[in-house]
Structures are given as structure tokens and as C-alpha cells.
């Protein structure tokens, strides 16, 4: 009997001690850890690396790193544009509206080639003729078409626009991964269909940024690695690796073994025990996020009455959002443009006060309160605060004032669906400019005709809507900030929306890093990291 | 034999059509627009319609349906509406690496599970039995995600004895693409650290989803073995002399093999399917985070897809045990 157990057993035994063994095994994999820069972070968006294509922040973060714009921001300064590929650029009025006229410099793409103008032209017209989620960002905002950027000689990028499109505007977005140029010659020679290279640049990288694309494994990392040609270059990074992991659970504890480098995505909280780690770098970095409640107007609903909407901001008790929720990662703001945009509004006109609340609630006939349906995402919110903790606590405000939020926890796509269909009688949503001007909150979030968030939120008001559409296409720096400030002015008094706060997302790095800035963008320039 | 397995092959093909179509019809049935959820908050009217155009969205679900079918009978599973790549390829690449995860858990279920039963009803009553009971009752009652945190925490973090999350190690690169399982991959390179370093990385993940499963072993040899121990063979082996040893793997387990078996081709299935969290946890790129992420962005055609590679995997599973009790058993034939 005995020995039946003890074969058993020992068969048992010496399969446990050899994986036992192997665990034991020290890493062999060191060498290049000195140089290789690990990233920890839910990449799960990432669909595409195709500049042109590519509209999620894990693509943008990382076509950033491949391909380069002919213009820039750097670092924290989102307000200066810096030249890239283009050392210079000129804006001049014409008959029929304005031109921009780029001078390229001396750059080599990783393939060896130049960098030419002609290879500008076909990385815009690409875009354009693609049809991509980004490519209304040219044909829309800036108006382009196909032959509206030319190539007068190899190192003069010559763009055409007509009255309705902002050349400041247009020059903001050409720094967004819509403009980064691809090696012309590479994209045709892997052309399918007339997919433009489409369907090769998806995980292959042909441009003149500091990294080239090694390999992207599917749900399981990004390998980049550093490009000898590149005018940027890399002065100590050879490899950055983007692996995904989703939990920030894991990232703590992959960070903590000294697994990764960077996490990317930390709950407040964890955050929070990060600060006090020495071992350990927590940066609280800007986004142009905004966390908002959006309330439709629409006839015979109760937030037709603007004292109503009033009283909304006055119910909620955003200090208390901010600190106790976000654990201090976010900003308290209460205007339609993000801080750090130039027009952006630093008002806060409305002071946690639920008596004043109450008191214009009674003014408009709703001093015995009212129900309404509160729709609330099931996943997590601007900021890293799961949806249904904040719809709680806008609950808990609001009831303080007679409002009965009845919350109905749908997934995001369901969510976005009844919005969309103007019919989310109340909704808390965030909202992130598509390019980091202030018309990219300006016009969605306040003209009706342009149909989308004043639209969806059935809040029609034509002196908004002709703000916004001034605003936009205003050149004058000075006028078009006044115009801002008359706009969101109108917007906090008016508007359809109680902005909750403006997050920060919280990035977690190893004392060892160096060199390492998120900017409000999303961008990290890997070039410039270090390891100590 | 041969009819018997093709007419399972014949019935498999009805299951794995009522499969897609129940699939099908319950993705349908969200109120929400597959398109809104590719293209996001910020997508124009215009744009949702020419996605809706380009991907048959605006078509009747019947003639969606009927397309679908078409393609898959010609092996197309269609185009996933979230990363525009073909499902095919796409399940070609996370599949193999929940094989993988599978194996490996079914492999520890084994070396745990099995013994641990045998012991537990060799000294039925006494302390072993015990133990291994009280083992069968945590296994079974542990919630997964928890086991992997704490695994994680305690084996990586803490003691640094295994590796962290991934297949491999953050700074060595996958083995050049054949099957898609890595440990072979890493073979067919002839890359013995990428091995080692891939089957130390399967270890926790593995005992992780493997512990649930090697409870349930544990509980099943036990009562299998507890029942066949008692039968009048036994009796006369033992009566005849044989050494314990003999008796027990010769002619108890053989016999309690059946129930065994059954319960392990169910864990199989199950696994393969059932390993959403802790391919989560564990950043194991699968097909459970893959289908999670599918159905969270209403990506139908890849929902579907997963479902339908899920059933096909489960009935093959179920068809080899059920081959595989003629082996243990010369009274059952398929002729």
C-alpha cells in the first residue's frame, strides 16, 4: 500500500521540483537591460501603428515615436510650435485664403532614403484619399483636398487653404500623427489593393523618427527599436518595450520586482502609496480630459430651465470629487476648454452650494425636486476612478438637493449609442480635444449645427454656435482669445454641461529613469530617456 | 470505429452551426452601434455611416447573417470590426497561446491532482486524507483572481523565485513565428534560454488556472479509487499476492480511469475557454482577453469567431475522451 502512495507521490514530487528549478534559474536574459526602456500599460487600444490611420492614444504615443511631423510641440509647452521636419514656415494671406509654406530639412527616413517633399505630399494626400478615422482632421478642419499640398522643389512643402480653414489651427494639428510622412517609396512598394501600404505600415514602420518598429506581438508587447538615421536620435535608449498589462495591480508589482520601467496606468490609490515609495518616481501628468455631466435640453425635459443646470453646478461638490475620489489627480475647472490650451477659462464661478441649488430649483417651479435617469458607464472614468464610485457620489449630491439621480450602468458602447441618439436625459461622459487647440473643444462642445456634444445634449443657442464658428477661424491671437473668453463665459452660465474635473493620469517610474515627460498630448519623447 | 468517429465529426458540424447562430443572434440583439464603438466618442455622422456601408452593418440581419455563413463556409471568419484584421489570423495568433496556458495547467492539474487522489484514498480516514481533502476543498473554493495576485505577489515580488507577467521576459524577444506556441518555437529555433525562459514563465499562470482543476482531480480519483478499492477483484489480487504497488496502478486505477478521464477532457474544454482572468492577470496574450476585448467593443464577427473556435475545440476535447475510454476499457467499441 505504501509504495503505491509513495510512487505516486514521487512522480508528483520530481515534476514539481523541476519547474521549481527552472523558476530558480536566474534570468539570463540581462544583457541590454541598461539600454532597453520597459513600459507597463493597458495598450489594449492599440489597433494600428500607421501614422495616418491611427487614432487611439497607444497608436499616437508610439507613431510619435516612429514618424516625424513637419512641425512640433516639445515637452510640456503645448502652445509653441517647434519645427520638426520642417526648420521653417511661413503663413501668407492669398485671394482665396491663406498658404503655408514649409522649408524641409536634411533628414534620412530608416529605410536610408531622404525625406523630400514629395514624400510629404503623398503622406497627406494618403490620408486623405484613405478615408481614415483622423482624415476628417484634414479634409474637415483644414480643408484640404488632393493638389491642395504641393512640392515646388524637393525641400518646399507649399499648403493651399481656403478662408473657412484657421492656418493656426491647421498648423496645431499637422503636429498629431495625421501628419507624420512616411516613406513614400516604402509605402508603395508594400501597396495591396490600393490600400495605400495600409495593411503593411499596421505593424511595420517606415519614417525618419528616432525608433523603428521591431515587432508589435499582439496583446502582448510593442519592441521598438532605436534608428541610426534619425536626426532626433536616441542618446542612450536602443530598445523601448511597450508591454501590455492591464491590471494595475500587476504593474505595481511588475514595477516593484524591477520587472518594467514605467507604469502607465495606476489607480488613484495606488498612486497615492507610490508617492511615498524613494524607490520610486510618481509623476501626476496633465491631459486636456475633461470629466463632465451632460444634461439634455430638450423640451419638456427638467434641464431645459437654465436655473436648472445652474443648479446642478452648484450642487456638485467637486473638491470633494477631486480629493477624496481622485486622491488629488485632478484639476478643478469649470469651463468648456481644458487649462492649457491657449482660451482655456481659469473662472470657477460656482461654489459648492447646495442652499443656493435649492433656492434656484425653487425659482424654477422644481422646488419639490424631480427624477431623472442618470446614464453612467460600467468601465472606468477620466482619471482612473471607476464610473459607478462617481456616479455615486453625483448621486449623493444631487438627492442633497431634491434631484433623484436614477443611475443605469450601461457599457460603453451602449452608452455612447443613446447619447448619440440625444437620449441620455443625464450622463456623465468625458470629452478630450482631437488636437490641442481649443476649437477642438470650442466647436463640438458648444455649436448645435456641428453635431456632436451641444447636439447630443439637445442644446441649441445660436450666439454660442457663432462664437464658436468666429473663434475658429479668427487669426488674430488676441482676438480670438476674446472671443474664447466671451464663449466659455456664455458656455459656464448656459450651457448644457457641469464639468466634474480635469484628471491628470498618474505615470509611475523607477528612480533610475531619467529624462522621462508625458506631455497633456499623451507624447513621451523616448529619445530622450535614460537609465541610470 | 471509423463510422462512429465520422458520424461525431457529422454531429459536430450541427452543434458548431447552432453555435454561430446563437452567437450571432444574441450579438445582435445589444442595443448599441458596433460602429460608434470602433470609431469612438469623436467620430462623425458621416464616418459611422461609411463604416456601417463598408463592414454590411446597415444591411438586414438576415442578409448579414447570410453573408457571414457564406464567408465561413468558404473558412472566412470574416473581418473583426475593431482591428480591421481578418479573424482568422487574428485567432491563428492568440489561440496557441491559450493551448499553451492549457496544457500547462491540465499538466500540473495531473501531477497534483492525481497522486493527491491516490494518496487520499489509500489512507482513507487518516491524516493524508485529510490533508489532501482539505487541499481539494481550497482549490476548489479559491477565487482564480485571487490565487494569481497572491501567486504573483508572493512568488515574484516578494520571493523572486518566478518570473513576473508575460510568455517571456520584457527584454528577450519572441522566437521567430511557427506555431505559435512558444516553448516550441523556441525549439524549432533550437533557443534553449527562450525555453527555459518560456517554461518558467508558464509556471505560475499554469499551477494558477491548473489549481481548480487539480482539486477537482483530487476529489474525483479519490471516490473513483475508494469505490473500485472495495470491489471483489481487488480483493482476489491482493488475496493472489500481487505487490501493493501492482494492484493499485495495474488494475484499481486502471479501472477508476473512466470517471478520471471524463471530468479531465470537461476540464480541458473549460480551460480553454475559461481562462479570461487569468489571462488577464497574467498579460497572457489569449483568446480570453481577446474575446473580452471583442465583446466589450461589440466586435460581432470576432465574437462569433471566438465562440465558434471555443465549441470546436470543446467537442474535438470530448470526442478523444470518448476514444480515448476504449483504450482504458476493452469492453466499450465504437464498431
Request: one cysteine or more.
Amino acid at each position: 500500500m505504501h509504495d503505491a502512495a509513495r510512487a505516486a507521490l514521487t512522480w508528483s514530487a520530481r515534476t514539481l521540483t523541476f519547474a521549481l528549478a527552472l523558476g530558480l534559474t536566474a534570468a539570463s536574459a540581462q544583457s541590454g537591460r541598461q539600454s532597453t526602456l520597459v513600459i507597463g500599460g493597458d495598450f489594449s487600444d492599440l489597433i494600428t501603428l500607421d501614422p495616418g490611420v491611427s487614432y487611439e492614444f497607444s497608436g499616437s504615443l508610439i507613431a510619435g515615436n516612429l514618424y516625424d511631423t513637419l512641425v512640433a510641440y516639445e515637452g510640456n509647452d503645448l502652445q509653441t510650435l517647434r519645427p520638426r521636419l520642417a526648420t521653417s514656415w511661413k503663413v501668407t494671406p492669398t485671394a482665396t485664403g491663406s498658404r503655408i509654406t514649409f522649408t524641409l530639412r536634411d533628414a534620412k527616413f530608416s529605410t536610408g532614403r531622404p525625406v523630400t517633399a514629395a514624400d510629404v505630399v503623398y503622406s497627406l494626400n494618403r490620408v486623405i484619399a484613405l478615408k481614415t478615422p483622423s482624415s476628417f482632421l484634414l479634409t474637415d478642419v483644414a480643408n484640404l483636398k488632393v493638389g491642395s499640398v504641393t512640392a515646388p522643389s524637393s525641400r518646399t512643402v507649399v499648403m493651399d487653404l481656403p478662408k473657412t480653414a484657421n492656418p493656426n489651427i491647421v498648423l496645431a494639428l499637422l503636429t498629431f500623427n495625421v501628419g507624420g510622412v512616411v516613406d513614400s517609396a516604402e509605402a508603395k512598394a508594400h501597396e495591396q489593393n490600393g490600400d495605400y501600404g495600409s495593411g503593411w505600415l499596421k505593424d511595420h514602420s517606415a519614417g525618419s523618427g528616432p525608433f523603428v518598429l521591431n515587432r508589435w506581438d499582439r496583446s502582448a508587447q510593442v519592441a521598438l527599436d532605436a534608428n541610426p538615421q534619425a536626426f532626433r536620435r536616441s542618446a542612450s535608449i536602443r530598445r523601448v518595450i511597450l508591454r501590455y498589462m492591464l491590471e494595475s495591480s500587476v504593474q505595481q508589482s511588475a514595477l516593484n520586482s524591477g520587472e518594467i520601467d514605467v507604469a502607465w496606468d495606476y489607480t488613484p490609490d495606488a498612486f497615492k502609496a507610490a508617492q511615498s515609495n524613494p524607490r520610486l518616481q510618481a509623476l501626476r501628468t496633465g491631459t486636456f480630459q475633461l470629466a463632465y455631466l451632460g444634461m439634455n435640453s430638450a423640451k419638456g425635459s427638467p434641464f431645459e430651465d437654465p436655473r436648472v443646470r445652474e443648479a446642478v453646478r452648484y450642487a456638485i461638490d467637486q473638491d470633494g470629487i477631486i480629493r477624496s475620489l481622485l486622491q488629488g489627480l485632478g484639476r478643478k475647472t469649470q469651463t468648456i476648454i481644458p487649462i492649457g490650451l491657449a482660451g482655456s477659462n481659469p473662472a470657477t464661478p460656482y461654489p459648492y452650494d447646495p442652499a443656493k441649488a435649492r433656492a434656484l430649483l425653487q425659482a424654477a417651479g422644481k422646488g419639490g425636486g424631480f427624477t431623472v435617469d442618470f446614464l453612467v458607464s460600467t468601465g472606468a472614468c477620466s482619471g482612473g476612478v471607476p464610473c459607478q464610485d462617481l456616479a455615486a457620489k453625483i448621486q449623493a449630491d444631487l438627492a442633497k438637493v431634491g434631484i433623484k439621480a436614477n443611475i443605469r450602468q450601461l457599457v460603453n458602447a451602449e452608452l455612447l449609442t443613446a447619447y448619440r441618439a440625444q437620449k441620455a436625459p443625464l450622463i456623465q461622459v468625458g470629452w478630450s480635444p482631437d488636437y490641442p487647440d481649443a476649437d477642438g473643444n470650442g466647436t463640438p462642445l458648444s455649436d448645435y449645427n456641428a453635431k456632436s456634444l451641444a447636439w447630443r445634449n439637445a442644446w441649441n443657442n445660436p450666439q454660442a454656435s457663432k462664437l464658436a464658428q468666429a473663434a475658429a477661424v479668427e487669426t488674430d491671437q488676441a482676438k480670438r482669445a476674446a472671443l474664447y473668453k466671451q464663449l466659455t463665459e456664455l458656455m459656464v452660465k448656459q450651457g448644457p454641461y457641469a464639468i466634474l474635473y480635469q484628471p491628470y493620469k498618474p505615470v509611475v517610474l523607477s528612480v533610475n529613469v531619467a529624462g522621462f515627460n508625458r506631455n497633456a498630448n499623451g507624447d513621451v519623447q523616448f529619445e530622450k530617456v535614460s537609465k541610470k | 470505429m471509423l463510422i462512429y468517429v465520422l458520424r461525431r465529426l457529422a454531429l459536430m458540424v450541427f452543434v458548431l452551426w447552432g453555435v454561430t447562430l446563437a452567437a450571432f443572434v444574441i450579438s445582435h440583439a445589444l442595443p448599441a452601434d458596433p460602429a460608434a464603438a470602433a470609431l469612438g466618442n469623436n467620430a462623425r455622422e458621416e464616418q459611422l455611416q461609411a463604416f456601417r456601408e463598408k463592414n454590411g452593418l446597415d444591411q438586414p440581419l438576415v442578409v448579414q447573417y447570410g453573408l457571414y455563413m457564406g464567408g465561413l463556409l468558404r473558412g472566412d471568419l470574416g473581418t473583426s470590426l475593431r482591428t480591421q484584421n481578418s479573424i482568422t489570423a487574428d485567432l491563428r495568433q492568440f489561440f496557441p497561446a491559450t493551448l499553451e496556458l492549457t496544457l500547462g495547467a491540465v499538466l500540473f492539474a495531473l501531477v497534483i491532482g492525481l497522486p493527491l487522489g491516490i494518496v487520499a484514498a489509500l489512507y482513507h480516514g487518516r491524516l493524508p486524507d485529510l490533508l489532501a481533502r482539505l487541499f481539494a476543498l481550497l482549490g476548489g473554493a479559491t477565487p482564480v483572481y485571487w490565487l494569481a495576485i497572491l501567486a504573483l505577489g508572493v512568488f515574484h515580488e516578494r520571493l523572486g523565485w518566478l518570473p513576473g507577467p508575460g510568455r517571456l521576459d520584457a527584454y528577450s524577444l519572441a522566437p521567430p513565428l511557427h506555431t505559435g506556441l512558444v516553448t516550441v518555437d523556441a525549439l524549432l529555433a533550437g533557443d534553449r534560454e527562450v525555453l527555459v525562459d518560456a517554461l518558467r514563465h508558464l509556471i505560475l499562470p499554469g499551477l494558477v488556472l491548473g489549481a481548480f482543476s487539480a482539486a477537482l482531480l483530487t476529489r474525483m480519483t479519490r471516490s473513483a479509487l475508494l469505490e473500485v478499492l472495495s470491489q471483489d477483484y481487488i480483493r482476489t489480487a491482493r488475496a493472489k499476492g500481487l505487490r501493493p504497488g501492482r494492484v493499485i496502478w495495474r488494475h484499481a486505477l486502471r479501472n477508476a480511469a473512466l470517471p478520471v478521464l471524463t471530468v479531465l477532457g470537461g476540464l480541458f474544454g473549460s480551460l480553454l475557454t475559461g481562462a479570461v482572468l487569468t489571462e488577464t492577470i497574467f498579460s497572457w496574450p489569449g483568446i480570453g482577453g481577446y474575446a473580452t476585448t471583442s465583446a466589450i467593443s461589440l466586435d460581432f464577427p470576432a465574437v462569433v469567431g471566438v465562440t465558434l473556435v471555443a465549441g470546436l475545440a470543446y467537442s474535438i476535447v470530448n470526442l478523444l475522451v470518448d476514444l480515448a475510454y476504449a483504450a482504458f476499457d476493452p469492453r466499450i467499441s465504437f464498431s
